[in-house]
């Protein structure tokens, strides 16, 4: 992955045989050693050899990405597509090892795809409430000429209390206003007047456009060929967890809920089986420490597409044109 020759613009986090070196001493490695915090570390493992070690009932929010019930292969670990009952089963396999670290009134979310989505659904409903089912657009996807495009994926979301943490206020989005209502003195109604544009602060809902799937251009990007968005955990994390809490990714991949956890200010147990996208994990966790930003995500609310660099540029064209 390292030697890959990239363009110039291209910033997409690699890793040099001397960093690898570095951050493997970082790593903590399964099986965890008794008497070990495992708190806020990157653990190199299996999930189903890990997670039965995690000191009991400490997770608050539980934020699942498995790999899909589909052919794919992470680094060198390959997966095949199974029968949705076999699926079924090997979800039920791991989620019953991570529920005993869950506190009662824990929230539990976990990915997936059309074909995987009514294998969730089924496990997660034996074992807590389901609230809802979230569809966020994928913008990236190949085409197909006897099928619709895939271009969405879910993310199921239960509890195991009816009495659960959920801060709708903390995920709010600012959105444009294309054709403002007034009140009847001029004054604007439910919408503020800002640089950049007119915008209405609106409450979440289960569908998701304004997610950018991480690329080449973008700083939290790496070669991980499934990397969710740092704006994705961050919804999550910030709506289902409080300060201070503890998130828990069985599956971590490149790191993203362990660096959007770590910039949220929580704390994390983070399992991940390869090591090498354990390292990126490590690298990512070191960048939040001089970058705590998440694209799309600023003054407290979460920005439709594209606005925040509408506001930006209106900025900087009225200090531009201020008299010095």
């Known amino acids: 992955m390292g030697n890959?020759?990239?363009?110039?613009?291209?910033?997409?986090?690699?890793?040099?045989?001397?960093?690898?070196?570095?951050?493997?001493?970082?790593?903590?490695?399964?099986?965890?050693?008794?008497?070990?915090?495992?708190?806020?570390?990157?653990?190199?493992?299996?999930?189903?050899?890990?997670?039965?070690?995690?000191?009991?009932?400490?997770?608050?929010?539980l934020l699942a990405d498995p790999p899909y019930n589909l052919y794919k292969t992470f680094h060198q670990v390959s997966f095949s597509r199974v029968e949705t009952k076999r699926y079924a089963e090997w979800l039920d396999s791991w989620l019953r090892l991570a529920l005993p670290a869950l506190k009662p009134d824990a929230s539990v979310y976990i990915c997936g795809d059309w074909r995987s989505s009514p294998a969730i659904y089924e496990v997660m409903s034996s074992h807590m409430y389901v609230h809802n089912r979230i569809t966020w657009e994928r913008e990236k996807g190949r085409g197909s000429g006897r099928n619709w495009k895939n271009a969405s994926e879910d993310i199921w979301f239960g509890s195991l209390s009816r009495r659960y943490?959920?801060?709708?206020?903390?995920?709010?989005?600012?959105?444009?206003?294309?054709?403002?209502?007034?009140?009847?003195?001029?004054?604007?109604?439910?919408?503020?007047?800002?640089?950049?544009?007119?915008?209405?602060?609106?409450?979440?809902?289960?569908?998701?456009?304004?997610?950018?799937?991480?690329?080449?251009?973008?700083?939290?990007?790496?070669?991980?060929?499934?990397?969710?968005?740092?704006?994705?955990?961050?919804?999550?994390?910030?709506a289902s967890s409080r300060p201070g809490d503890v998130v828990l990714d069985p599956f971590l991949g490149s790191g993203t809920t362990a660096v959007a956890a770590k910039k949220l200010g929580r704390h994390f147990y983070g399992i991940e089986l390869e090591e090498e996208y354990c390292l990126f994990a490590l690298k990512r966790l070191r960048m939040a420490d001089e970058d705590p930003s998440i694209q799309g995500y600023r003054d407290g609310v979460f920005w439709e597409r594209n606005t925040l660099g509408m506001r930006k540029k209106a900025s900087d064209s009225r200090t531009k044109n201020e008299p010095e």
Not at 5 to 20: K, Q, S
Not at 33 to 59: H, K, M, N, W, Y
Not at 212 to 234: G, I, R, Y
């Open 4 to 61: 890959r020759v990239r363009a110039a613009r291209n910033r997409t986090i690699t890793l040099t045989d001397g960093e690898r070196e570095e951050l493997r001493r970082e790593l903590l490695r399964a099986p965890v050693p008794f008497g070990t915090d495992p708190l806020d570390r990157v653990i190199c493992g299996d999930a189903f050899e890990v997670l039965a070690s995690l000191p009991r009932q400490s997770v608050h929010l």
């Open 165 to 238: 943490y959920f801060n709708v206020d903390a995920v709010k989005m600012k959105r444009r206003v294309l054709a403002p209502y007034r009140h009847a003195d001029g004054s604007p109604k439910d919408w503020e007047e800002e640089e950049g544009g007119n915008f209405r602060l609106t409450h979440p809902s289960n569908l998701w456009t304004d997610l950018t799937v991480p690329f080449w251009s973008m700083p939290e990007n790496t070669d991980h060929p499934t990397q969710k968005p740092e704006k994705l955990a961050a919804k999550i994390i910030l």
